[in-house]
């Protein structure tokens, strides 16, 4: 299993320090109004940010319908240069946004939850490679069930645990995205020849 980041590096991007959790996950059934949710985020991001927000895209478990999830929406926004703060980050603190998460050595990634609703706004520079990740997860778990239901059991078994910070139930699910990820792959390749 990969390890992922350590409690210190995870306090150490975490801005004001991170919410120990010590607690199991609670996951939620799919809930149908969760695009709803997304769509009235992308209003208020593309309304703060205007052409700044190159790209804004429901990824993560409550963009795959039938798929239980944390009852947080996640969202992926590309901006020209992420460790550009000046850019956007004023902007969508304004819109209500808080910046919580700021990773330089993680493809420049930062992480905003939102003002009203459970939301995770994932800010990385255009051409990424984690922006393709992301979104073709979200894709593949979308069109193959086995790969869909294989996450769902491995998330709700590992839900049950409890867990220091919220970031070691993430950490522990990695093993099983790379497998998932190595298949989505494999049948793109097979695809295209």
């Known amino acids: 299993m990969v390890a992922g980041p350590s409690d210190e590096e995870i306090e150490a991007a975490v801005i004001g320090g991170p919410t120990v959790h010590n607690d199991t996950i609670d996951l939620s059934d799919y809930n149908p109004v969760w695009p709803e ?20 895209d429901h990824v993560g478990s409550t963009a795959v319908p039938g798929l239980a999830a944390k009852p947080i ?48 706004v994932h800010v990385f520079s255009a051409g990424c490679p984690e922006i393709d990740r992301m979104v073709g997860f979200r894709d593949h778990l979308r069109a193959d069930r086995d790969d869909r ?5 491995t998330k709700r078994e590992l839900a049950a645990r409890r867990w220091r910070y919220v970031q070691h139930y993430a950490n522990a699910k990695t093993d099983v995205v790379a497998g998932i990820m190595t298949r989505a792959e494999l049948r793109d390749r097979e695809r295209m020849e």
Not at 37 to 56: D, N, P, S, T
């Open 37 to 56: 949710l997304f769509a009235r985020e992308v209003e208020r991001i593309r309304g703060a940010l205007g052409a700044v927000a190159l790209a804004v």
């Open 73 to 120: 929406i996640d969202i992926v926004l590309t901006v020209a240069d992420a460790s550009n703060e000046a850019t956007y980050v004023p902007a969508m603190e304004i819109a209500g946004y808080v910046l919580r998460i700021r990773e330089p050595a993680e493809f420049e990634h930062r992480l905003f939850n939102g003002p009203d609703t459970d939301v995770n």
């Open 149 to 153: 239901e294989l996450y769902e059991r």
